[in-house]
């Protein structure tokens, strides 16, 4: 079992930064690529960035060039860091687990390619 914790959500001006960390507990997560999904009132959950085992990351079209995404395998955690953030970023951000040490394309965007999910963290931001 594995459990997922996000955290670093908050309210910013767009425009802002903030920076999102999911910390791992239960059996070790090193392996695997984890990856940052995001849902907005009334909208599908979506692939927002993903990052393999090696440190490998791939982003969505709308969030390339401002987010960043990083692992410390040595504290069993991930982090986002978004940059420039823009009203429709508001979202509440989930990280999960990916059942495989990497993914390419539709195998990283999609859900249930991934087994273990975190409870959310809002991100709101103002304009």
């Known amino acids: 079992q594995v459990q997922l914790v996000e955290s670093g959500g908050g309210l910013v001006q767009a425009g802002g930064s903030l920076r999102l960390s999911c910390a791992a507990s239960?059996?070790?997560?090193?392996?695997?690529?984890m990856g940052w999904f995001r849902q907005a009132p009334g909208k599908e959950r979506e692939f927002v960035a993903a990052i393999s085992w090696s440190g490998s990351g791939i982003y969505a079209d709308s969030v390339k060039g401002r987010f960043t995404i990083s692992r410390d395998n040595g504290l069993r955690t991930m982090y986002l860091q978004m940059d420039s953030l823009k009203p429709e970023d508001t979202a509440v951000y989930y990280c999960?687990?990916?059942?495989?040490?990497?993914?390419?394309?539709?195998?990283?965007?999609?859900?249930?390619?991934?087994?273990?999910w975190g409870q959310g963290t809002q991100v709101t931001v103002s304009s």
């Open positions: 999960a687990l990916h059942r495989l040490a990497s993914c390419s394309d539709v195998g990283c965007y999609a859900k249930y390619e991934y087994d273990y």
């Open positions: 239960g059996r070790t997560v090193s392996f695997h690529t």
